[in-house]
């Protein structure tokens, strides 16, 4: 249907929408040992996400995806549902 990675529903600002993943790229950690990484990013690992906030029949909705004023939130469900 779409070329998303993960679409699933949501609330932004309380209104219901979806999230749609566009891209998901994880890097684990590099090492247990702190002292063998370059940095903290080598240490804990990341992940790069790429989202678009959809309206609720999954069509892009920019005017909500403006009330989106942290985004913590919605990259730390992302990363739930794709690791689980």
Same mark, same amino acid.
């Given at each position: 249907? $779409?070329? /998303?990675?993960?679409? /699933?529903?949501? *609330?932004?600002? %309380? &209104?219901?929408?979806? &999230?749609?993943?566009?891209?998901?790229?994880?890097?684990?950690?590099? $090492?247990? =040992?702190?002292?063998?990484?370059? $940095?903290?990013?080598?240490?804990? %690992?990341?992940? #790069?996400? =790429?989202?678009?906030?959809? =309206?609720? *029949? %999954?069509?892009?909705?920019?005017?909500?995806?403006?009330?989106?004023?942290?985004?913590? =939130? +919605? &990259? #730390?469900? +992302?990363?739930? *549902? &794709? *690791?689980?």
């Amino acid at each position: 249907m $779409s070329d /998303f990675v993960l679409q /699933f529903d949501y *609330r932004v600002a %309380g &209104i219901p929408c979806q &999230i749609g993943v566009l891209n998901y790229d994880y890097t684990p950690p590099v $090492s247990l =040992d702190p002292r063998q990484c370059h $940095s903290d990013l080598e240490y804990y %690992g990341y992940s #790069e996400v =790429d989202y678009v906030v959809l =309206d609720r *029949r %999954g069509r892009p909705a920019e005017w909500l995806q403006k009330k989106v004023i942290d985004d913590g =939130d +919605i &990259i #730390e469900e +992302i990363n739930e *549902r &794709i *690791r689980s």
